[in-house]
């Protein structure tokens, strides 16, 4: 399946995904501010609203313990976390140990470096978002040029 591009996590349609029952989301700039220690509250009740839906929902993050721990907890799901992204070694090692199929499993994430190219190893759905921010580390910014062309890619096949 091609990566589907959205405007921003909330606009997530599982019916499109009839065989996902695990979601892997990205949490900084995907679901929180990278600037920020939480999520608004639009995003929590959307989460929430996914594992009453009875999703498997994951935090998988490239990010520290510290950081995504404070996610995981006001989300009420676990979490994966200094994943290095995106060698996909962890996601491999996720799909084996939770005994999931690829068409099983969702990547959403805001980078395509990362989060789909990881994605994409391992043969599972993935979805890129908008950014919540623009403001972000040089650490990620630097590679926002180099994304754009296959950003473009996915947003015009994504249609």
């Known amino acids: 399946m091609r990566t ?3 405007p921003s996590v ?5 019916s499109i995904y009839p065989k996902v029952n695990t979601i892997l989301f990205d949490i900084d700039n995907t679901l929180i501010h990278p600037t ?7 995003v929590i009740d959307f989460v929430h609203k996914l594992i009453s839906d009875g999703y498997e929902v994951y935090l998988f993050s490239n990010n520290t313990n510290t950081r995504i721990v404070c996610a995981a907890i ?3 799901c676990k979490y994966f976390d200094s994943q290095r992204k995106p060698l996909a070694g962890d996601l491999k090692r996720f799909l084996k ?9 969702l990547i959403v994430g805001d980078q395509v470096f990362t989060d789909i190219l990881c994605g994409k190893q391992c043969k599972v759905n993935t979805v890129l978002v ?8 040089f650490s990620t910014s630097w590679k926002r040029g180099l994304e754009l062309p296959f950003k473009k890619y996915i947003i015009s096949h994504s249609k």
């Open 4 to 6: 589907k591009y959205l």
């Open 74 to 76: 006001s989300f009420g």
């Open 36 to 42: 920020k220690r939480y999520p608004t509250l639009d």
């Open 97 to 105: 140990n939770h005994r999931k199929k690829p068409e099983e499993v």
């Open 10 to 14: 909330l606009d997530l349609d599982m």
């Open 130 to 137: 908008e950014m919540i921010t623009k403001k972000e580390p």
